[in-house]
Protein backbone atom coordinates (compact mmCIF):
# COMPACT_ATOMS: atom_id res chain seq x y z
CA UNK A 1 0.00 0.00 0.00
CA UNK A 2 1.01 3.38 -0.60
CA UNK A 3 2.40 5.59 2.47
CA UNK A 4 3.06 9.27 2.78
CA UNK A 5 3.92 9.98 6.42
CA UNK A 6 5.38 13.28 7.55
CA UNK A 7 7.34 14.52 10.20
CA UNK A 8 9.22 18.06 11.45
CA UNK A 9 6.11 20.30 12.19
CA UNK A 10 5.69 22.17 15.33
CA UNK A 11 5.31 25.01 17.71
CA UNK A 12 8.16 27.42 16.86
CA UNK A 13 8.79 31.12 16.94
CA UNK A 14 8.56 33.51 14.32
CA UNK A 15 12.01 33.66 12.61
CA UNK A 16 12.47 30.22 13.52
CA UNK A 17 13.06 27.52 11.35
CA UNK A 18 11.51 23.77 10.66
CA UNK A 19 12.47 21.14 8.43
CA UNK A 20 9.63 18.84 7.39
CA UNK A 21 9.80 15.68 6.07
CA UNK A 22 7.92 13.06 4.18
CA UNK A 23 8.78 9.74 3.45
CA UNK A 24 7.19 7.79 0.68
CA UNK A 25 6.52 4.18 0.36
CA UNK A 26 4.74 1.79 -2.44
CA UNK A 27 5.32 4.02 -4.75
CA UNK A 28 8.41 4.52 -7.70
CA UNK A 29 9.63 7.39 -6.00
CA UNK A 30 11.83 8.48 -8.67
CA UNK A 31 8.58 8.75 -11.72
CA UNK A 32 6.42 10.93 -8.46
CA UNK A 33 6.49 14.75 -8.84
CA UNK A 34 6.15 15.56 -4.93
CA UNK A 35 4.66 18.83 -3.27
CA UNK A 36 3.83 20.17 0.13
CA UNK A 37 0.33 21.90 0.28
CA UNK A 38 -0.96 24.01 3.49
CA UNK A 39 -4.28 24.62 4.91
CA UNK A 40 -4.81 27.28 7.45
CA UNK A 41 -8.04 27.59 8.66
CA UNK A 42 -10.76 29.34 7.08
CA UNK A 43 -8.55 29.30 3.71
CA UNK A 44 -8.51 26.87 0.56
CA UNK A 45 -5.69 24.37 0.45
CA UNK A 46 -2.65 25.90 -1.41
CA UNK A 47 0.64 24.61 -3.42
CA UNK A 48 4.17 25.69 -1.03
CA UNK A 49 6.21 23.88 -3.07
CA UNK A 50 6.73 21.24 -5.97
CA UNK A 51 9.75 19.46 -7.31
CA UNK A 52 8.78 17.07 -10.22
CA UNK A 53 10.28 14.08 -10.81
CA UNK A 54 12.72 15.73 -13.28
CA UNK A 55 13.62 18.24 -10.63
CA UNK A 56 11.74 21.70 -11.76
CA UNK A 57 11.22 23.57 -8.66
CA UNK A 58 7.53 25.69 -8.16
CA UNK A 59 7.01 28.25 -5.39
CA UNK A 60 4.21 30.23 -4.39
CA UNK A 61 5.21 34.02 -3.93
CA UNK A 62 4.99 33.94 -0.58
CA UNK A 63 7.40 31.40 0.87
CA UNK A 64 9.97 32.31 -2.24
CA UNK A 65 13.16 32.72 -0.69
CA UNK A 66 12.58 31.30 2.51
CA UNK A 67 11.43 27.99 1.96
CA UNK A 68 13.55 25.17 -0.32
CA UNK A 69 11.97 21.71 -1.57
CA UNK A 70 14.22 19.17 -2.18
CA UNK A 71 13.97 15.59 -2.53
CA UNK A 72 16.35 12.43 -2.03
CA UNK A 73 15.19 9.66 -4.27
CA UNK A 74 17.73 7.19 -2.22
CA UNK A 75 15.63 7.70 0.72
CA UNK A 76 11.83 7.70 -1.21
CA UNK A 77 11.79 11.18 0.91
CA UNK A 78 10.93 14.78 0.45
CA UNK A 79 11.66 17.74 1.99
CA UNK A 80 10.55 21.23 2.80
CA UNK A 81 13.21 23.71 4.85
CA UNK A 82 11.49 26.53 6.17
CA UNK A 83 13.35 29.70 7.21
CA UNK A 84 12.42 33.09 8.73
CA UNK A 85 8.75 31.98 9.59
CA UNK A 86 6.01 34.08 9.83
CA UNK A 87 2.62 33.94 11.66
CA UNK A 88 0.86 33.34 8.49
CA UNK A 89 2.73 30.41 7.57
CA UNK A 90 0.62 28.48 10.57
CA UNK A 91 -1.35 25.92 8.83
CA UNK A 92 -1.25 21.95 8.04
CA UNK A 93 0.96 21.09 5.74
CA UNK A 94 0.06 18.02 3.56
CA UNK A 95 2.54 16.08 1.58
CA UNK A 96 1.58 15.06 -2.12
CA UNK A 97 2.67 12.76 -4.87
CA UNK A 98 1.51 12.75 -8.27
CA UNK A 99 2.78 10.35 -10.96
CA UNK A 100 4.23 12.25 -13.91
CA UNK A 101 3.44 9.49 -16.50
CA UNK A 102 0.42 7.84 -17.29
CA UNK A 103 -1.43 6.02 -15.29
CA UNK A 104 -1.36 9.48 -13.79
CA UNK A 105 -2.11 9.07 -9.91
CA UNK A 106 -1.93 11.27 -6.63
CA UNK A 107 -1.86 10.13 -2.87
CA UNK A 108 -1.76 12.33 0.28
CA UNK A 109 -0.43 12.27 3.39
CA UNK A 110 -2.00 13.06 6.77
CA UNK A 111 -0.95 16.23 7.05
CA UNK A 112 1.40 17.54 10.32
CA UNK A 113 0.75 20.80 12.26
CA UNK A 114 3.35 23.90 12.03
CA UNK A 115 2.39 26.72 14.43
CA UNK A 116 4.30 29.50 14.34
CA UNK A 117 3.75 31.84 17.27
CA UNK A 118 5.57 34.20 20.61
Known amino acids: QVQLVESGGGLVQPGGSLRLSCAASGISFSIFGMGWYRQAPGKQRELVAA???????NYADSVKGRFTISRDNAKNTVYLQMNSLKPEDTAVYYC????????????WGQGTQVTVSS
Open 96 to 107: NARRDIVPFREY
Open 51 to 57: ITSGGRL
